[in-house]
């Protein structure tokens, strides 16, 4: 836990970024893969050439991109373990970031700062990630993705309760609500309420947890923060894979290989949309992976969400852009200069 000093260096006013994201969150340390300045009116209007419908476009790409792995996801672990998965996924995904790995230097990867807070959010990723694909074996596509659409409200209130980061009436209201839409969305019941619905919870409340430590190590590389969670991963699924491997055919091989390569692909094309327009514009194009999860979800696998998920993650949405949205409010407030 950061000591009170910490917290207060923590606050919203010393960070310009909203928290709220739903993206990968080892992007919004403020360093990504190729290591440029995100676009932004007042901080950086000359660095990078803007293109607003360009951002828009690859958002929306890599949503999908993303959205498309947790199909394939969903398809492989029906006849792979997690561990495997996981194995030749960060495999795939290390071997792809080699050259940027070999630009940074060893030392940069294995010796970064507060390296024991480092390995705890490897923990943590590598037990959320797990969760969700085994989840994800049991749950239509749409209803896993519709309570990690929570992850930005859960974030709010982490933040209050382990970074000291006050939250104004609107936004706790917001969050409220927002924790209505779970409870709406996942019917609960001693009849509906699964244990795979349980375990998506529990990895949407540890992939928010990611986000609040990334925020805390938000002074180290985001390369030294994916090469550490994919590292993860890769043990994890040395430990496990070979109690269940089954051999995987060709196809399969390049499907499990696929997950690393279009993960790793759809982080940088989220990093590009963050340098061609301001995030403002581009983040809440990020709920439309529910669109995406109905109509693959539909379409692959038959699954079409009733009332309740609908209902649910509409009320998700709209709590998590008005949190969005309150927050780059109270971020511009905050760097206006005194007159």
Same mark, same amino acid.
Not at 75 to 99: D, E, M, N
């Given at each position: 836990?950061?000591?009170?000093?910490?917290?207060?260096?923590?606050?919203?006013?010393?960070?310009?970024?909203?928290?709220?994201?739903?993206?990968?969150?080892?992007?919004?340390?403020?360093?990504?893969?190729?290591?440029?300045?995100?676009?932004?009116?007042?901080?950086?209007?000359?660095?990078?050439?803007?293109?607003?419908?360009?951002?828009?476009?690859?958002?929306?790409?890599?949503?999908?991109?993303?959205?498309?792995?947790?199909?394939?996801?969903?398809?492989?672990?029906?006849?792979?373990?997690?561990?495997?998965?996981?194995?030749?996924?960060?495999?795939?995904?290390?071997? %792809?970031?080699?050259?940027?790995?070999?630009?940074?230097?060893?030392?940069?990867?294995?010796?970064?700062?507060?390296?024991?807070?480092?390995?705890?959010?490897?923990?943590?990723?590598?037990?959320?990630?797990?969760?969700?694909?085994?989840?994800?074996?049991?749950?239509?596509?749409?209803?896993?993705?519709?309570?990690?659409?929570?992850?930005?409200?859960?974030?709010?209130?982490?933040?209050?309760?382990?970074?000291?980061?006050?939250?104004?009436?609107?936004?706790?209201?917001?969050?409220?609500?927002?924790?209505?839409?779970?409870?709406?969305?996942?019917?609960?019941?001693?009849?509906? %309420?699964?244990?795979?619905?349980?375990?998506?919870?529990?990895?949407?409340?540890?992939?928010?947890?990611?986000?609040?430590?990334?925020?805390?190590?938000?002074?180290?590389?985001?390369?030294?923060?994916?090469?550490?969670?994919?590292?993860?991963?890769?043990?994890?699924?040395?430990?496990?894979?070979?109690?269940?491997?089954?051999?995987?055919?060709?196809?399969?091989?390049?499907?499990?290989?696929?997950?690393?390569?279009?993960?790793?692909?759809?982080?940088?094309?989220?990093?590009?949309?963050?340098?061609?327009?301001?995030?403002?514009?581009?983040?809440?194009?990020?709920?439309?992976?529910?669109?995406?999860?109905?109509? %693959?979800?539909? %379409?692959?696998?038959?699954?079409?969400?009733?009332?309740?998920?609908?209902?649910?993650?509409?009320?998700?949405?709209?709590?998590?852009?008005?949190?969005?949205?309150?927050?780059?409010?109270?971020?511009?407030?905050?760097?206006?200069?005194?007159?």
């Amino acid at each position: 836990m950061p000591s009170s000093a910490e917290k207060s260096d923590l606050s919203p006013q010393n960070s310009q970024k909203p928290h709220t994201a739903l993206i990968e969150p080892s992007f919004g340390t403020g360093e990504d893969l190729e290591g440029l300045p995100e676009a932004s009116d007042e901080n950086h209007p000359n660095l990078v050439g803007q293109n607003i419908p360009m951002g828009i476009a690859l958002m929306i790409l890599a949503i999908f991109m993303y959205v498309a792995n947790d199909v394939m996801g969903k398809w492989l672990v029906s006849t792979y373990s997690v561990g495997q998965v996981l194995l030749i996924r960060s495999l795939a995904g290390l071997a %792809l970031l080699a050259p940027s790995f070999y630009r940074e230097g060893w030392r940069t990867l294995l010796m970064p700062p507060n390296w024991r807070m480092n390995l705890v959010r490897v923990a943590i990723t590598t037990a959320e990630v797990s969760s969700f694909y085994w989840a994800v074996a049991y749950m239509p596509l749409a209803d896993l993705v519709t309570i990690y659409m929570a992850a930005p409200i859960f974030v709010t209130a982490l933040a209050w309760a382990f970074l000291g980061e006050k939250i104004d009436a609107p936004r706790a209201i917001a969050v409220l609500i927002g924790f209505g839409g779970v409870v709406l969305a996942m019917r609960p019941s001693s009849a509906s %309420l699964s244990l795979p619905a349980l375990v998506a919870i529990a990895g949407c409340l540890a992939f928010s947890m990611i986000m609040i430590i990334t925020r805390y190590l938000r002074g180290t590389k985001g390369i030294v923060l994916v090469g550490w969670q994919a590292g993860g991963a890769l043990i994890f699924g040395l430990v496990t894979a070979p109690t269940h491997w089954v051999p995987p055919t060709p196809t399969d091989f390049a499907l499990l290989a696929l997950l690393g390569v279009i993960s790793t692909i759809a982080h940088i094309a989220v990093n590009r949309s963050l340098k061609l327009a301001p995030a403002s514009i581009v983040m809440p194009y990020q709920y439309s992976q529910i669109i995406w999860a109905v109509v %693959l979800g539909f %379409l692959i696998f038959g699954d079409w969400p009733d009332m309740a998920i609908l209902s649910g993650s509409g009320i998700i949405i709209a709590a998590g852009l008005f949190i969005f949205y309150r927050e780059q409010a109270q971020a511009k407030k905050l760097t206006v200069p005194a007159s």
